[in-house]
């Protein structure tokens, strides 16, 4: 049964969660040569993750719940402490032993700022939403994110396309819009 848009209020944003290993280096070496590493700071990756930290910190009026799946390891519980620093409602974030939390290293040259990532897709690959009940959560939108690095996502499906379409049909469905 749809709920009307009115009674619902929120972002649901589901996909990647990623942490960003961000390394300055003095250069982007040839293969077989070396270069240096000048510093490196974590930072969150993926829509979701960087949609949701962005509307805490500017003080969005209006729940907030990420939905993905992370590694059960300590860049999974830094996420999820993330989320929960920044007010945002967590329980849909599931953790899983099947694989690791995504992360992406970011290696910036010092001299020009160009960026080069090197991404591991982790337990993101893993993630089908399959656990979301959009008729019980009441966000008035989903947002999701990065849908090519959504492996399981991306899978076929018979009705739909692929998993993503069916994922995006039930929250329509429920009353969520896109």
Known sequence: MKT????RRGLLAGGNWIMDQVKLID?????EQLA?????????????YNV???????????PLFGAGLVGKDALGERIVEDCH???IDARYIRNTTEA????TDVMTEQTN??????????????????????ARIKAQIFHLGYLLLLDALDEPDTRFGTKAARLLAAAQEAGCRE
């Open 4 to 7: 009307r848009g009115s009674a």
């Open 27 to 31: 250069v982007f070496p040839q293969v």
């Open 36 to 48: 240096n590493i000048r510093s490196q700071s974590p930072g969150s990756g993926g829509a979701p």
């Open 52 to 62: 949701l930290i962005d509307l805490a910190r500017l003080g969005a009026d209006m």
């Open 85 to 87: 620093k920044n007010k």
């Open 100 to 103: 690791d939390t995504s992360y």
């Open 113 to 134: 700022g160009r960026r080069t990532f090197f991404h591991y897709r982790g337990a993101n690959a893993l993630w089908r939403g399959e656990d979301l009940d959009f």
